[in-house]
């Protein structure tokens, strides 16, 4: 099993940055795939940002060259977030995807809001 805790959302203005972590615990493997998704309010769940196996990322066009996502050797995953606009606005998910099962894990979420 694994679990996955968010924290280092809250209220920021537009144009401002904040730092998303996520802590994971439990059993995580080279070839699993963790990233953050974010749902807006009446909007479907999209992919924001993912590290890869080997450690190559993608992004989504909407916030390429404003966030970041990194990793650390303790596996705890980060989502820079700069320049942010009103339109981030969302909960924002870390996920794990197991790469043998394909099952995915979630955290329960942060909640990013950017004013005007």
């Known amino acids: 099993q694994v679990q996955l805790v968010e924290s280092g959302g809250g209220l920021v203005q537009a144009g401002g940055s904040l730092r998303l972590s996520c802590a994971p615990s439990?059993?995580?493997?080279?070839?699993?795939?963790m990233g953050w998704y974010r749902q807006a309010p009446g909007k479907q769940r999209e992919l924001v940002a993912e590290?890869?196996?080997?450690?190559?990322t993608n992004y989504a066009d909407s916030v390429k060259g404003r966030f970041t996502i990194f990793a650390d050797n303790g596996k705890n995953m980060y989502l820079q977030m700069n320049s942010l606009k009103v339109e981030d606005t969302a909960v924002y998910y870390c996920?794990?995807?197991?790469?043998?099962?394909?099952?995915?894990?979630w955290g329960k979420g942060t909640l990013v809001t950017v004013s005007s």
């Open positions: 996920n794990l995807r197991r790469a043998t099962t394909g099952m995915d894990y």
């Open positions: 439990g059993i995580i493997f080279s070839r699993d795939v």
């Open positions: 590290i890869l196996s080997g450690g190559s």
